[in-house]
Structure formats: C-alpha cells, structure tokens
C-alpha cells in the first residue's frame, strides 16, 4: 500500500548540511500495523511528512497504491490524501473557536461525500474515544486527554485507508496511551486501516506488530 524507494531530505543549517533522511526503503502493506521508533532529531517525523506528501523530498519515490505521490499534480495530491490519508499529530491542533463536534466534522468540509450520515458517524467516533458528551465543548474547557481523543475522531471522519501518527500519544498518561492504543488495534483489525506509528517509546513501539528502528535519517527492521 506505502512504496518508498530511495528517499532522501536534507536541510541545510548554516553551513552544515543534515541529512534527516537518508536514501529510506521501506513498504508497507494494506492493513498492517507498524512502528517507527527513534529518538528526536532521528529524522523519523520528516519521513512520516514525505510518506504523507506533505513534505517534497529532494529523490526518490513515495508510492501509495501505485501512484508516485510527487508525479501528480498538487490537486490530485491533495484529493488522494483526502481520500486515504490521515494525519495524527503530536499535538491536537483543535481549531479553538469550533466545539467538539464541528473540528471533527471539518475534514468533511473538502469531502466530495459530505453528506454520507457524516454526523452520526462523527457522533459515533466520539463515543469510541470515550467523550460523546463532550460534543459541545470547546477545546479550551477540555483536559489535554480530551482534546487528543478529539483529534484522534477527527482523523477517522473520512474513513482514511492510512493513518499516519506522529507521537499520537505523546502527553497521555499511561491508562490513556493503553486506550488510544487498543483503539487503534481495534481500528486496524475491524476496519483494515493501515497504520505507520512514530514514536521516541520503546513501549508503545512493543504493541505494534511489525518495528523499524531511524537513526541519523537511516531506517532499519528493529530486531
């Protein structure tokens, strides 16, 4: 489902040049459920930024179903990230001034399908991540817990084929991280999402069935 071939990125600060991903392979099939593990600064959230096309890479190859993501056009792009990707970040990112309910709606406001029982299905996510009543609220008066548990719903909204994580999560107390993470298994084993997790935890990398290790913008299969 996710071909990558030769991928490199570089950066350049002052006058060194930083490889933060260096000539990457790695494929990953429909619907399984993966683990990128390293430390900050190990390049593994700029390869999560270019398997996504959201960050071009100066060469090689991301290739999500047999489409070579940077051969397309910028509105082709953007139409298949909207119709197989989405994005976990590592912080929430809830727009402040819309309540719970209406940020996880807002992915389908570029939905060709947007009138598809969108709401019930939102009501129904909220319910899986544990703040159905919280449909109301705005991000101010929720727990940080809360607000990524809405940011997380709002990644399912448009039933994506990819869910790519950054640090999904990364300030949740451990009870949490165990919730979110058997959401996730759930997910992937009900719905068949393929999902690329990245993390600096050697403990939720564990609950993942398949791991690599980046180091110095060189990903490797963690033994």
Same mark, same amino acid.
């Given at each position: 489902?996710?071909?990558? %071939?030769?991928?490199?990125?570089?950066? $350049?600060?002052?006058?060194?040049?930083?490889?933060?991903?260096?000539?990457?392979?790695?494929? /990953?099939?429909?619907?399984? #459920?993966?683990?990128?593990?390293?430390?900050?600064?190990?390049?593994? @959230?700029?390869?999560?930024?270019?398997?996504?096309?959201?960050?071009?890479?100066?060469?090689?190859?991301? !290739?999500?179903?047999?489409?070579?993501?940077?051969?397309?056009?910028? =509105?082709?792009?953007?139409?298949?990230?909207?119709?197989?990707?989405?994005?976990?970040?590592? #912080?929430?990112?809830?727009?402040?001034?819309?309540? /719970?309910?209406?940020?996880?709606?807002?992915?389908?406001?570029?939905? !060709?399908?947007?009138?598809?029982?969108?709401?019930? #299905?939102?009501?129904?996510?909220?319910?899986?991540?544990?703040?159905?009543? $919280?449909?109301?609220?705005?991000?101010?008066?929720?727990?940080?817990?809360?607000?990524? !548990?809405?940011?997380?719903? !709002?990644?399912?909204?448009?039933?994506?084929?990819?869910?790519?994580?950054?640090?999904?999560?990364?300030?949740?107390?451990?009870?949490?991280?165990?919730?979110?993470?058997?959401?996730?298994?759930?997910?992937?084993?009900?719905?068949?999402? @393929? #999902?690329?997790?990245?993390?600096?935890?050697? =403990?939720?990398?564990?609950? @993942?069935?398949?791991?690599?290790?980046?180091?110095?913008?060189?990903? %490797?299969?963690?033994?």
């Amino acid at each position: 489902m996710i071909e990558v %071939k030769e991928l490199t990125k570089t950066y $350049k600060v002052g006058s060194d040049v930083i490889k933060a991903v260096d000539h990457v392979d790695l494929e /990953v099939g429909k619907g399984e #459920f993966i683990s990128i593990l390293g430390h900050s600064g190990s390049g593994k @959230t700029t390869l999560l930024s270019l398997m996504g096309g959201l960050t071009r890479p100066d060469s090689g190859t991301v !290739r999500i179903d047999g489409t070579d993501i940077w051969a397309i056009s910028d =509105d082709e792009l953007s139409d298949l990230r909207n119709r197989k990707i989405n994005f976990i970040y590592q #912080f929430s990112s809830l727009v402040p001034t819309l309540n /719970v309910i209406e940020n996880v709606l807002l992915p389908t406001a570029f939905s !060709r399908d947007r009138d598809e029982g969108y709401y019930d #299905f939102a009501m129904e996510l909220l319910d899986l991540v544990g703040i159905r009543e $919280k449909e109301h609220s705005y991000p101010a008066q929720l727990s940080g817990g809360q607000q990524r !548990r809405a940011a997380i719903a !709002r990644a399912f909204i448009n039933r994506p084929e990819i869910i790519l994580a950054d640090e999904p999560t990364g300030d949740l107390d451990e009870e949490t991280e165990a919730e979110i993470m058997a959401l996730f298994r759930r997910m992937n084993e009900e719905k068949g999402i @393929t #999902f690329v997790i990245v993390t600096h935890s050697s =403990d939720l990398a564990s609950q @993942t069935k398949k791991r690599y290790r980046m180091s110095n913008g060189v990903l %490797k299969e963690a033994e």
